[in-house]
């Protein structure tokens, strides 16, 4: 017999096939990793109800992957770095300082009413005023 690349040996006591199917042990062994796939044999065969004892032995030529467990703890870390360099980039554009517009005052009543007249009037030369028609409704009230 000649081993090659992806062959897999299972090495097994009859608790493991008088319990298991052949079709099952295939399955998980082709599925699983070789020690995920022991304890998953093992596990089946003890609640399938195994007369005494379970041994399970997996010999495997397959390369395995390493498991890349630290790729998202690495995205989470770099997610929240860029949350605070972006809350950083914020707060250092405002200068530490107040940078709101300025607030203007709104004219009142009295002030607006005095521009309205000024603008309804016209000076003759001979120094008298003529106040012009306009279709500007007064105001109801004074606040003063």
């Known amino acids: 017999m000649t081993v090659e690349p992806g ?6 006591s ?7 199917s052949e079709k099952v042990i295939q399955e998980t062994v082709t599925k699983q990793p070789p020690e995920r796939a022991v304890k998953t044999l093992i596990d089946l065969t003890l609640r ?7 041994t399970v032995i997996i010999g495997s030529t397959r390369t ?3 498991q890349r467990r630290w790729l998202w703890p690495l995205l989470g870390l770099l997610a929240v770095l ?5 809350a ?3 707060l250092a554009g405002r200068g530490g300082a107040n940078t709101l517009a300025p607030v203007l005052p709104v004219p009142t009543t009295a002030a607006l009413t005095t521009e ?25 009230f004074n606040r003063d």
């Open 7 to 12: 062959d897999v040996f299972i090495l097994c």
């Open 14 to 20: 009859d608790g493991l096939w008088d319990v298991i």
């Open 48 to 54: 399938g109800g195994a007369p005494d004892n379970v």
């Open 64 to 66: 395995v992957k390493p």
């Open 82 to 86: 860029l949350v605070a360099i972006g």
């Open 88 to 90: 950083v980039a914020v």
């Open 116 to 140: 309205i007249a000024a603008a309804q009037t016209q000076t003759h030369a001979a120094g008298g005023i003529e106040v012009l028609p306009s279709d500007t409704p007064s105001p109801l």
